[in-house]
């Protein structure tokens, strides 16, 4: 089975910390990490090519650097890893950035199964997904807790609704976006990360793959950042004082004057 | 494509930084602001310069669609069992804010099996019209069917806006929407306005986890579309005595719009686990010691009619399921209530919870982190408070 796995570096963001005199973010020596959710779309590969061998390819769009990120996952176990990068790409939304993953996945040739993770936590979109499924016409099954079964054509698994979950059987090839239940990922072994340190990391270009040149980067995308700002940080309120049934009589009686409860 | 920072122009005032969400990006060399190679070239800094020394070169474009066409505002109606989503109420008194200050229709978008008698609570919810679709090929929600059908609907009938709950439903098939019609789609939105000189939707958003908030557009494409968070809206008084027009519409469901075959639906027994829909949540984190303490946060939950959550502690540590997570890596609440109970409040966790309207914090670590966020902090032994909370609030309710 020959599987794709789609995944993003991103900023550790709770290594950022708030400057407490401007309430503005120190964004100083944040370390860029593998999203968190693509390394549980990572292991779920790993473990359906163990059951039934195959190929397991890693690709993320981004900059030069987002290599470091594929060579995290090689260590963890896969196979191949390619970087999709080219200046035309710049400024992407989640739709010009599932148009150029839809792509270059077409341009990597065949595939069974596409694995992301549930959303990443930078842009926490969980759009881009389901945007490579739309543009390769394929399935998809999103919040993909569990993995339940998987045979060359068909995958079972059990995809999370806020009421309980769905037991969800989909032809492939198809995207599954991968939820933090759904398996414990793997440390990079010693030699996994030996490997990786070796390994050549392709770099697929706009030229590479086929795709219009006017739905790439910013102008292919719909949207537009009007501006960013740091939210006021919230203030914390009143530390209650006195005995702990004092106190607590004290918040019941505040909850209800102010109508909460 | 690029950004260009004027040197000549820059007075060395920092603003892009603020404004940068990309760590790095942009540094200050000589007092004079510089794009490094970490620069992802999305133009959030362009706006920010105060002396107009950040340029961004676009190629002009011309505009995708005739946007004139594009009328009204449009909300999916998400429902289960009969009943509508609270988040769908939440939109539709929003979207009829929204319409007004247009001078455009209100319309709710309702695909089911059987599903009509929904329509009169979607009239009471401020709608002017409800597009029924109707078959049994929409019993369950399912990706290919509420796709295609929402596709067509807004093929044939244009809506200049469209706003979706972002739940698991609907993040998932809007994303897909938004991609059939080649429009833009802003995800996870918690405030919208119209912008009085352009008419333009301003969808902002929390990124970074809560750090930054961002305000998106979609200038040239249409609907300009959005998922919003769950209880962010406020929802208004319904009035049961409005009406409106019922529009029938007949989606074309092929074999292949039928993407995979649901085989279960499995729910939760337990009443207090939907935090995405809760008023209340009651939170336990590593202070309640053990998985066997858990109970007395669910009691108290069950008690005010809310949910259980837990902090990633608790659920890396195996004591509840994930589902029950609150932050990063689990669910985003914005409940009008939210007691912490022995979390200490990393960044992590504030992340899906620091938007709830009123904090509660208990814990036995004065110096713990939550307090700082807390309305109300109280500085002692859960396994006491919890449990007299409870009786305190059993009798008052009772």
């Not at chain 1, 191949?80 to 200046?87: F, G, P, R, T, Y």
């Not at chain 1, 270009?205 to 940080?233: C, N, W, Y």
């Not at chain 2, 994930?322 to 890596?329: A, D, E, K, M, W």
Request: net charge negative; with cysteine; proline share 5%.
């Amino acid at each position: 089975m020959d599987i794709i796995v789609c995944i993003k570096q991103v900023p550790d963001t709770t290594e950022v910390k708030i400057d407490p005199e401007k309430g503005t973010l120190i964004r100083e020596g944040v370390p860029s990490i593998v999203n968190p959710f693509d390394e549980y779309a990572v292991e779920a590969a790993l473990q359906i090519k163990e059951k039934l061998g195959g190929k397991v390819t890693v690709i993320t769009m981004g900059p030069l650097q987002a290599v470091e990120a594929l060579k995290k996952c090689v260590a963890m176990g896969a196979d191949e890893a390619v970087l999709v990068s080219d200046k035309a790409f710049a400024g992407s939304d989640t739709w010009a950035t599932s148009y150029t993953l839809a792509g270059a996945v077409k341009a990597l040739g065949g595939f069974d199964l596409i694995l992301c993770g549930k959303q990443a936590i930078d842009g926490d979109t969980a759009q881009v997904g389901p945007g490579i499924a739309e543009h390769l016409g394929i399935s998809q099954v999103t919040y993909v807790q569990k993995v339940i079964s998987v045979r060359e054509d068909a995958i079972e698994v059990e995809r999370g609704i806020e009421a309980g979950y769905e037991v969800i059987e989909t032809p492939l090839p198809a995207v599954l976006t991968i939820d933090k239940s759904a398996n414990q990922p793997r440390l990079p072994s010693m030699m996994g990360t030996m490997k990786a340190l070796k390994k050549e990391i392709p770099t697929l270009t706009a030229a590479d793959i086929d795709v219009k040149a006017d739905l790439l980067g910013m102008e292919g995308s719909p949207t537009r950042v009007k501006r960013t700002f740091t939210p006021q940080p919230r203030k914390g309120g009143r530390m209650l004082q006195g005995e702990m049934e004092d106190m607590l009589a004290e918040l019941v009686k505040i909850l209800q004057e102010e109508k909460i409860v | 494509m690029a950004i260009n920072i004027n040197k000549d122009d820059c007075i060395g005032c920092g603003l892009c930084l603020e404004s940068c969400p990309y760590p790095g990006a942009i540094v200050m060399t000589d007092n004079t602001a510089v794009i490094t190679d970490k620069c992802v070239e999305c133009g959030a800094c362009v706006d920010s310069c105060s002396v107009g020394a950040i340029e961004f070169e676009e190629t002009k474009r011309e505009t995708a669609v005739d946007i004139a066409q594009y009328k009204g505002v449009w909300v999916f109606v998400e429902h289960r069992k009969g009943r509508i989503a609270n988040v769908t109420l939440e939109l539709l008194c929003e979207g009829r804010k929204l319409a007004d200050q247009l001078g455009q229709e209100l319309a709710a978008v309702l695909i089911g099996d059987g599903a009509q008698d929904l329509a009169k609570t979607c009239f009471a919810y401020g709608a002017d019209r409800v597009y029924l679709v109707d078959g049994a090929v929409f019993g369950h929600y399912s990706t290919g069917p509420y796709t295609a059908a929402f596709s067509q609907l807004i093929k044939k009938y244009r809506p200049n806006i469209v706003l979706f709950g972002a739940t698991h439903d609907g993040r998932d098939f809007a994303a897909r929407v938004a991609v059939r019609i080649y429009t833009g789609l802003t995800a996870d939105c918690t405030e919208l306005a119209i912008d009085p000189d352009t008419e333009l939707l301003s969808q902002t958003r929390p990124a970074f986890g809560g750090n930054v908030m961002a305000t998106i557009l979609t200038p040239g494409h249409r609907p300009q579309m959005a998922t919003v968070r769950p209880n962010v809206m406020k929802r208004s008084q319904p009035d049961y005595s409005r009406t409106g027009e019922v529009v029938r519409f007949k989606a074309d469901i092929t074999e292949d719009d039928i993407l995979y075959q649901i085989r279960e639906v499995v729910e939760h027994t337990a009443k207090t686990v939907n935090l995405e829909e809760a008023d209340i949540i009651v939170s336990g984190g590593r202070g309640i010691g053990g998985p066997e303490h858990y109970h007395i946060i669910e009691e108290l939950a069950e008690v005010l009619g809310g949910a259980a959550g837990a902090s990633r502690a608790v659920v890396d540590a195996g004591w509840v399921p994930h589902y029950r997570q609150v932050g990063q890596t689990g669910k985003t609440v914005a409940p009008k209530l939210y007691i912490a109970c022995g979390i200490s409040g990393a960044i992590q966790h504030l992340a899906g919870m620091q938007t709830s309207d009123f904090i509660v914090a208990i814990n036995k670590d004065p110096e713990a982190p939550i307090f700082k966020v807390a309305n109300i902090g109280i500085c002692a032994d859960l396994h006491k408070a919890v449990p007299y909370l409870k009786e305190r609030f059993k009798e008052l309710l009772s």
